[in-house]
């Protein structure tokens, strides 16, 4: 089995809308907390530890634009010496009025969060989540064209895992009321495209979730 690319999705440190609980749009998002700035930097020295080892090189890092996401991608480029590509495909979910709002207030008023109803606007003005998804993956799968055979790393959101999940897992964006994928804080999230030797390619999911480097080392490990 050859692998022939790599798409690794950091999702953004924790924010202050989160901490909040308010709903982190374009027009409400303050960027990082302190905690979520270490995590970025917890996070990037992983990263340029992996590569000074011997690890697969990133070749570009892109970033969405709310400031919370991009303050991440910026504090992984720096540490792996590469330029941050501004990307607002990389965007969440468009809110609606729901922007800077409580979420618990969001999701009483919806029955649950918006994938829950994935056809319905989760506020007035929101998309659905089903069209997030669509618009989503159809930029992911543009970006992975014009980087074909290449290592790319993003900095996005929760839901950009979700996108990337539903666009190489091949999974139906009807089914997103009944699945989730876990997205901690700068949690990591590891694709590779893979080629065996009948030339048979598809898209392996091969970490999700993965927090370590927020987890100190055990002194008394062996």
């Not at 969440?92 to 969001?106: I, K, L, M, Q, Y």
């Not at 998309?127 to 014009?146: F, M, N, R």
């Not at 590891?190 to 100190?216: C, I, K, M, Q, S």
Request: charged content about 20%.
């Amino acid at each position: 089995m050859t692998v022939t690319a790599r798409l690794v999705i950091a999702r953004h440190g924790q924010a202050r809308s989160n901490v909040e609980g308010r709903v982190g749009g374009p027009k409400t998002c303050t960027g990082l907390t302190d905690t979520g700035r270490r995590q970025a930097q917890l996070l990037a020295a992983r990263l340029a530890t992996e590569a000074q080892g011997g690890g697969k090189v990133f070749d570009a890092v892109y970033a969405g634009t709310r400031p919370r996401v991009h303050e991440t991608g910026a504090i992984l480029a720096e540490a792996l010496g590469l330029p941050l590509i501004t990307d607002p495909g990389l965007d969440g979910p468009r809110h609606g009025n729901a922007d800077g709002r409580p979420w618990r207030e969001v999701e009483d008023a919806f029955q649950g969060p918006p994938d829950a109803h994935p056809d319905l606007p989760y506020a007035p003005g929101s998309e659905t989540w089903t069209a997030y998804l669509a618009w989503a993956a159809t930029h992911l799968a543009g970006l992975l064209e014009e980087h074909q055979g290449q290592n790319v790393l993003l900095a996005g959101h929760g839901e950009t895992v979700h996108a990337a999940c539903h666009l190489l897992l091949r999974i139906p964006a009807t089914a997103s009321s009944t699945i989730g994928f876990a997205a901690d804080h700068t949690a990591l999230t590891r694709f590779e495209h893979r080629r065996d030797r009948y030339g048979n390619e598809r898209w392996v999911l091969t970490a999700l979730n993965d927090t370590t480097h927020l987890t100190p080392p055990d002194p008394t490990a062996p």
